[in-house]
């Protein structure tokens, strides 16, 4: 058995092949690409000298993969270095350096006859003990090893992906009879732990978990929409983040997805089922009509929804999908809607709408009905249990809810007395689990999960790097809070500073209990670590309550403000004890400066991290220029020159142009990561990852660093900075406003009115920055830019 795995081949360069390559690259494994030799050389290539055997023609497919991989959007590269440890060549060629790698995985066409041919030829080439796996969507893992040999067969099952492998978190492992338990765990661990994933063991069955029930509660909408008379948007708009489930909701979806891919996988289910199971599966003629007119989604630039543009500008159009026109999109609008967006947990908002006597209640019932009697029926015939149901439904199609985890919100007892009223029937488990007094399919006791299992409840088991800030909170492990944060217990010695304001934006209730926080942790903790579980790390500092200050001109009010966060942010770098900042999804402005000060940072592999000020007419406030700065002149090796102007015009460029990481890789080449601090690719384990980096430092015996002089560029680099700035006015790609910005900027980078090379200290430097703050804050340009972006949610530019 393989102990790692070190190389990876991927066979198939298409959109799936490539994206998987990418996201193993992401993770540092070197990965060979084949694809096949082209049949013959096109015009263009005979026109270059090519011939048939040059590498550049026989590896044509798999190099122009690697180069849509720069192109794609979403990215599917963290960085584009990434794109070096893709190495590539073709199946005639090549197949022999499959004895080099550890993992060899199958991406080509959905034809059993094609797959089997290539994994013949993968068993003359492969290593012994090497894993072989399959990325199909649905094709039997079984059927693909008949006639293989029996190391093969004990090292094979599939591992299905989920588009964009980068992004989704979903895969789906299905071992054979065959697959040797260990490999089976090997690869679970492997899945979560390196490439980051959320791991669910499926059976070998038809689509498998998650497209099998996904695929349905598609169809079974269809279907509903086409018999009730709603319209596409209709059913948008009450299928989205209304009920937990992605901004794109139904159809958005599947023009994403793609109509002819959607088809395809549900094809693949109807010609292997029977009954009404079929006719789920049966497709509407309207959605052939739609693929044969080409009208597929976004790639061919149209499917249920049309962009048009008009005289006014653009307006997005809806199908209808009696007459295969475009039309006017819109919304369903119910007293139940109203009522449901006034709730604040999501649990709530699904069980007032399903119980909701107008037309969206009857829409949402009618669709999530049936997806939860068939999640029932299926659940042990396509996974061991429910949990894997509910996992693949959370993790593949972005769920907040699983089906049985949607069953108990809106209550079993009381949906299913319903159904039977309704004529519907409910497999006979669940009948059994209601007659022995189990109302639900969940249940918590001590802060401790369980889920029913075949007439009993099961503790709930994770990999044990999970950890769960609310059960933290159940255990009664909150040392204190108020309402803008908590102290929380981790155990091991370690507290946990959680954001629990609104959007997790600073706000003076957060700085207040991040004071208490650092004096508590260094009476009685061993360390801290800054982090949550919101939607976001922090989208930066209440921008509201910054405007209405700057609007009523109580600027003694917004300087004490600013100096607290300065102040605050100090004691974080200054700490007696190590603090660690947990960075994930969007990190912005204050979030940045609340994380720059740490002894470390622990930024989960999807973090977008920028200091974001400029884009609302102001400058970072709380030391995120000095932090800044003061990283660049750290990563300079002891001894070396330091060109203190290369290490200004870099942070007045990446502050000045509101550069924000596209991924933690990212963050990193933009100077907010240091070499030295962590990358989680695993979300679900960074608080884990924060905690042992905090025990960590604290074991090495832990100082807090000393407070040194900074040298400055002064008034000659204050002078590169702006001619830069003005050179960019003078060819219209920024506004005065702009320019009066960046030179306030420029000023606080540079240290002001002092000789190049001078030393000055840290709160010299905040001086400057908090008056350039509040002069900007001030500005009725840059009231007009925060106004707009909290009314619009995008920077204006005035």
Known sequence: MANSIEKVAVLGSGVMGSGIAAHLANSGIPTLLLDMVPAELTEAEKAKGLTKDDPRFRNKLTLEAKQRLLKQKPAPLAVKENLDLISVGNFTD????????????????????????????????????????????????????????????????????????????????????????????????????VLGKGVVLAKDTPNFIANRIGTYGLMVTVQEMMKQGYSVGEVDSVTGPLIGRPKSATFRTLDVVGLDTFLHVARNVYDQVEGKEKEVFDVPPFL????????????????????????????????????????????????TVEAAKQLKSTDQKVKTLLFGKDRAGELLWGIIKPVLIYSAEKCY??????????????????????????WDAIGVQESITRMKEEGESVPGWIEEMLASGHTTFYKTDNAEVSYYHHGSYQPLTENPKVIHIKRLKEKGNVIKKNNGASLIDMGDGVALLEFTSPNNALGPDVIMM???ALEEVEKNYEGL??????????????????????????????????RQFQQAMGSIRYCKKPVVAANFGMTLGGGVEISLPADSLQMSAETYMGLVECGVGLIPGGGGNKEL???????????????????????????????????????????????????SVNGDHLLYDAKNRVLALSK??????????????????????????QTMRWGGFISDH????????????????????????????????????????????????????????????N
């Open 94 to 193: 090549d197949m022999k350096k499959l004895a080099d790698v550890d993992w060899i995985i199958e991406v080509v066409v959905e034809r059993l006859d094609i797959k089997k041919k290539i994994f013949e030829q993968v068993d003359q080439h492969r290593r012994k003990g090497s894993i072989v796996s399959s990325n199909t969507s649905g094709i039997s893992i079984e059927a693909m090893a008949e006639g293989r040999s029996d190391d093969f067969r004990a090292h094979f099952l599939g591992t299905h992906f989920f588009n964009p492998p980068r992004y989704l978190k979903l895969l789906e492992i299905i071992p054979t009879k065959a697959t040797k338990p260990e490999i089976v765990q090997f690869m679970k661990t492997f899945g979560e732990d």
């Open 288 to 335: 052939n009509k739609m693929v044969e007119k080409g009208w597929i989604g976004s790639k061919s630039g149209q499917g249920f929804y049309l962009k048009r543009k008009t005289k006014d500008g653009s307006t997005i159009l809806e199908l209808d999908p009696t007459t295969l026109e475009y039309k006017e999109r819109q919304k369903l609008k119910t007293a």
């Open 381 to 406: 015939e396509i996974a061991d249990s429910i949990v894997a149901i509910d996992q693949a439904m959370k993790w593949g199609f972005g769920w907040e809810h699983g089906p049985f985890e949607i």
């Open 514 to 516: 991040l004071q208490q």
């Open 529 to 562: 670590v800054i982090g949550n579980q919101g939607k976001n790390f922090c989208v930066g500092a209440n921008l509201m309550l910054i405007l209405m200050e700057a609007q009523d001109e109580n600027f003694f009010e917004l300087d004490m403000m600013v």
């Open 629 to 679: 700065y003061l990283r660049q002149i750290e990563r300079v090796p002891e001894g070396a020159k330091i060109d203190l102007q290369a290490i200004a015009n870099q942070v007045f460029e990446t502050i000045a142009m509101v550069k924000v990481s596209t991924s933690a890789q990212e963050a990193r080449k933009l100077g907010f990561l240091r070499p030295q601090d962590g990358i």
């Open 700 to 725: 090495l015996g832990y100082t807090p660093p000393k407070k040194k002089k900074i040298p400055v560029v002064g008034e000659a680099g204050y002078a590169t900075m702006v001619l830069g700035a």
């Open 738 to 797: 702009d320019l009066k910005i960046a030179k306030k900027l420029a000023y606080v980078i540079s240290g002001g009115n002092v000789p190049e090379g001078t030393l000055v200290d840290e709160q010299y430097l905040l001086d400057l920055e908090r008056e350039a703050f509040l002069s900007l804050a001030g500005e009725p340009k840059s009231q007009a830019r925060m106004q707009h972006m909290l009314l619009k949610g995008k920077p204006l530019r």
